[in-house]
């Protein structure tokens, strides 16, 4: 019904519809204005002890918080549990591994226990030896089937993810969001812009939402490093989606305009701050 409203008055429009009835409840995508990181909000705008025209923080700069509000924001839809620690490796009788865990259990607690009773099987095979690995790994949990896997070698050894710890292990979680938009109109699925709140890295994407009617996946990796447990609760940013219309842009690579850079240094001595907000921003209109 929304939909076929902003249609009729020929606005741009982006409809987020769960994929199954039940998920009605999910904590719902939002105008990114309204997701701010916390770090951003709690920031003043000048630096104490500082003149006014020297003092400005980030929070003073307008290309900043359009990067912030820009588009939409789809929320963590419920926790998400990061175990970063040492699994232990289970061996049977003859000495042959058949699993490894990740449990808080200590190894001498686990020797005689069938393996199935650790990793939810019928298995019966009694464990009669446990290591624990000398490297760290990660495991995350959400709700059932939320949460799946890439291979690292769908991205290569050239791959600059893996310079971090866990760059390699590439998860993916499982939006419950269906993404539409008008005839020629894509979306850009990125990080949230300027969010450092958590160890997240999102592998951006663009969509053609305009056919694409089904959720867009979230490959994404662990950039921290810490061994412990670790909650993204229910409502974080996840990913930042920004719509835009599907255009040829030609490329110009022209000679320094002496003229224009004057003009524009004119207006920028005429204020002593906010200058570019004052003299060349287009205030947006926010989404609703």
């Not at 429009?13 to 701010?36: A, C, D, M, N, R």
């Not at 061996?91 to 393996?115: E, R, S, W």
């Not at 993404?179 to 020629?184: C, D, W």
Request: charged share 30%.
């Amino acid at each position: 019904m929304i939909r076929k409203l902003l249609q009729s008055k020929s606005k741009p429009w982006i409809e987020f519809s769960p994929e199954k009835k039940e998920l009605t409840e999910l904590e719902k995508p939002v105008p990114s204005g309204k997701k701010i990181p916390h770090w951003f909000r709690k920031l003043p705008k000048r630096v104490q002890g500082m003149s006014v025209s020297e003092a400005g923080t980030v929070k003073s700069c307008v290309p900043f918080l359009d990067a912030l509000s820009q588009g939409f924001i789809i929320p963590l839809w419920c926790d998400l549990l990061i175990d970063v620690d040492f699994p232990i490796i289970l061996y049977d009788a003859n000495g042959v591994t058949i699993d490894i865990v990740m449990t808080k259990m200590n190894t001498d607690d686990l020797i005689g226990l069938p393996i199935g009773q650790l990793n939810g099987t019928d298995n019966a095979t009694i464990i009669t030896h446990a290591k624990r690995s000398d490297e760290l790994e990660i495991h995350c949990k959400m709700s059932d089937d939320e949460i799946s896997h890439h291979a690292w070698e769908q991205v290569g050894n050239l791959c600059d993810l893996k310079k971090f710890k866990f760059g390699k292990n590439l998860r993916k979680l499982n939006n419950p969001w269906c993404i539409k938009t008008p005839k020629g109109w894509s979306v850009q699925i990125k990080n949230p812009a300027n969010n450092f709140e958590n160890d997240i890295h999102i592998l951006e994407g663009v969509v053609d939402t305009d056919e694409y009617g089904v959720p867009i996946l979230f490959p994404f990796v662990w950039t921290g490093s810490e061994r412990g447990e670790f909650i993204i609760p229910k409502g974080t940013p996840i990913a930042q989606v920004i719509p835009f219309k599907r255009e040829k842009v030609d490329l110009i690579v022209s000679d320094v305009d002496e003229q224009s850079t004057a003009i524009i240094n004119s207006k920028l001595r005429s204020r002593i701050k906010d200058r570019y907000k004052l003299e060349f921003w287009h205030k947006r209109k926010k989404s609703e």
